[in-house]
């Protein structure tokens, strides 16, 4: 029991914590339905990128140089 182990103290701080871990869950799974909202209305209104056999190649490389430049705080390739 969390009480024994001295993590949480009282039954309240329990309670708050699984609020807190709950208010948590509800705020993300709100932005996850609205990305998804979000994306369904770009489908709709053809706001969207086909990409071919031939671009993806480019656009993995522009997806690593990106990467590369985040993780290494360099300039653009």
Do not use: I
Request: net charge negative.
């Amino acid at each position: 029991m969390p009480f024994e182990t001295g993590r949480l103290r009282r039954e309240e701080d329990a309670v708050e914590e699984a609020l807190s871990l709950w208010e948590e869950r509800e705020r993300r799974l709100l932005e996850l339905n609205a990305a998804f909202d979000e994306a369904e209305a770009d489908l709709e209104a053809g706001r969207y990128t086909d990409y071919t056999k031939e671009s993806l190649p480019q656009m993995a490389a522009e997806l690593k140089c990106e990467a590369r430049t985040l993780r290494d705080s360099k300039p653009p390739c």
